[in-house]
């Protein structure tokens, strides 16, 4: 019974912060476009047409709502179960810090490097208050971490995962339902660890996400369709970040067997947006380029080169996304370990990136 409560309270936190974005977003979108607030087309950009571009600003209010009032309600109930620490508040306060310069950015503009050093800041505040990587278990050949290294890698992995979620936000729905994989499975893994605060956290924000895909992919435009922003891309950048870090050492604390299957599923999660990252940001090295000049080298610009739309490259990342997801599993349980499986990972990506760059060639 007490199994059953515990799982309607997290059904209760994602019906409130969809209903609650699903409720909110069409008054966000007059007012963008009572106020001009768009996203306008431009050589680099997919769409053709001015797009509200505030969408995602309604993510920390949606995720606030849902968690404040499930708490709440479950109060009487499972409340010693909760621990808001002083990593908690650091994290509202760095998520807070990132859903503002977001919010600016979406507004006035900013540049690239200004929004990179606030971010640094608050990646800074993760490592400060010992929340930070200290073993990868076998990922890439790495184990137990020092803290002079964990402290740099712990931010350095912040930043990446902000920045991947930003600039893979380039198509309709991609984001979005990448985000809402990535925190629903966080959500049941926290939930099993009865770390239920971190669940309400993921499945909340899952819930404002989801709500945002609907008006993102199936809103007309001229009416109720609008772009995630700057504020959505790299407010969900940071909570993923968060919780990418957080599960490994929730799971660590209480001393449960094979540590290393939590580092594989955060690992899992958040690998297709950050090695995209990664890749981009080395051919633009290679070919003597800013790092932080855009450009269409991304994932989705690739495979739309082939001819694809919007709604195909979608289900093509998407698929990629579940497969490697599968095939992580299958390694993992024939006891293969995270050195090979995350080179297998890399070998696949670039493979089907080879792949893909082999038939545009070819058209």
Same mark, same amino acid.
Request: glycine letters at 6%; hydrophobic letters at 50%; charged letters at 10%.
């Given at each position: 019974?007490?199994? =059953?409560?515990?799982?309607?309270?997290?059904? =209760?936190?994602?019906?409130?912060?969809?209903?609650?974005?699903?409720?909110?977003? &069409?008054?966000?979108?007059?007012? /963008?476009?009572?106020?001009?607030?768009?996203?306008?087309?431009? $050589?680099?950009?997919?769409?053709?047409?001015?797009?509200?571009?505030?969408? *995602?600003?309604?993510?920390?209010?949606?995720?606030?709502?849902?968690?404040?009032?499930?708490?709440?309600?479950?109060?009487?109930?499972?409340?010693?179960?909760?621990?808001?620490?002083?990593?908690?508040?650091?994290?509202?306060?760095?998520?807070?810090?990132?859903?503002?310069?977001?919010?600016?950015?979406?507004?006035?503009?900013?540049?690239?490097?200004?929004?990179?050093?606030?971010?640094?800041?608050?990646? #800074? +505040?993760?490592?400060?208050?010992?929340?930070?990587?200290?073993?990868?278990?076998?990922?890439?050949?790495?184990?137990?971490?020092?803290?002079?290294?964990?402290?740099?890698?712990?931010? #350095?992995?912040?930043?990446?995962?902000?920045?991947?979620?930003?600039?893979?936000?380039?198509?309709?729905?991609?984001?979005?339902? +990448?985000? /809402?994989?990535?925190?629903?499975?966080?959500?049941?893994? @926290?939930?099993?660890?009865?770390?239920?605060?971190?669940?309400?956290?993921?499945?909340?924000?899952?819930?404002? $996400?989801?709500?945002?895909?609907? @008006?993102?992919?199936?809103?007309?435009?001229?009416?109720?369709k609008t772009f995630m922003g700057d504020s959505g891309s790299l407010f969900l950048g940071y909570v993923i970040a968060y919780l990418a870090i957080k599960y490994p050492?929730?799971?660590?604390?209480?001393?449960?067997?094979?540590?290393?299957?939590? $580092?594989?599923?955060?690992?899992?999660?958040?690998?297709? &947006?950050?090695?995209?990252?990664?890749?981009?940001?080395?051919?633009?090295?290679?070919?003597?380029?800013?790092?932080?000049? &855009?450009?269409?080298?991304?994932?989705?610009?690739?495979?739309?080169?082939?001819?694809?739309?919007?709604?195909? $490259?979608?289900?093509?990342?998407?698929?990629? @996304?579940?497969?490697?997801?599968?095939?992580?599993?299958?390694?993992?349980?024939?006891?293969?370990?995270?050195?090979?499986?995350?080179? =297998?990972?890399?070998?696949?990506?670039?493979? #089907?990136? *080879?792949?893909?760059? #082999?038939?545009?060639?070819?058209?």
């Open positions: 019974m007490q199994m =059953t409560i515990n799982y309607a309270y997290i059904i =209760t936190a994602f019906t409130i912060s969809l209903v609650f974005s699903l409720i909110c977003t &069409p008054f966000l979108v007059k007012m /963008c476009n009572t106020h001009e607030l768009f996203d306008l087309p431009n $050589t680099r950009k997919v769409h053709k047409n001015a797009i509200p571009r505030l969408g *995602g600003s309604l993510f920390m209010p949606s995720l606030s709502v849902g968690v404040v009032i499930t708490l709440l309600i479950m109060y009487q109930g499972i409340s010693q179960n909760l621990q808001i620490g002083f990593s908690n508040i650091m994290m509202v306060i760095g998520a807070i810090l990132i859903y503002t310069i977001g919010i600016f950015d979406d507004l006035k503009g900013m540049k690239a490097v200004h929004k990179f050093v606030i971010q640094t800041i608050a990646a #800074f +505040l993760f490592p400060l208050c010992n929340l930070m990587i200290t073993n990868l278990h076998g990922i890439l050949g790495i184990y137990e971490i020092p803290i002079y290294i964990g402290y740099p890698l712990t931010v #350095f992995v912040i930043l990446l995962v902000v920045n991947a979620m930003n600039l893979i936000d380039g198509i309709d729905g991609l984001a979005s339902s +990448l985000a /809402c994989l990535i925190l629903g499975t966080f959500s049941y893994c @926290f939930f099993e660890l009865e770390a239920y605060l971190f669940s309400l956290i993921s499945i909340s924000l899952a819930g404002a $996400t989801l709500g945002f895909f609907f @008006f993102n992919v199936y809103g007309k435009v001229g009416r109720l050492m929730v799971y660590e604390n209480k001393k449960l067997l094979h540590p290393e299957g939590a $580092t594989l599923i955060s690992f899992t999660l958040i690998f297709i &947006p950050c090695i995209d990252v990664v890749r981009v940001a080395i051919q633009r090295k290679l070919n003597h380029k800013n790092m932080f000049d &855009p450009d269409k080298t991304h994932i989705h610009h690739i495979i739309m080169n082939i001819g694809f739309d919007m709604t195909t $490259t979608l289900y093509v990342i998407l698929c990629l @996304f579940f497969c490697m997801g599968i095939i992580n599993w299958a390694l993992y349980i024939s006891n293969l370990s995270l050195l090979y499986i995350s080179i =297998t990972d890399i070998f696949i990506y670039g493979l #089907f990136i *080879g792949c893909v760059k #082999f038939l545009r060639k070819m058209d």
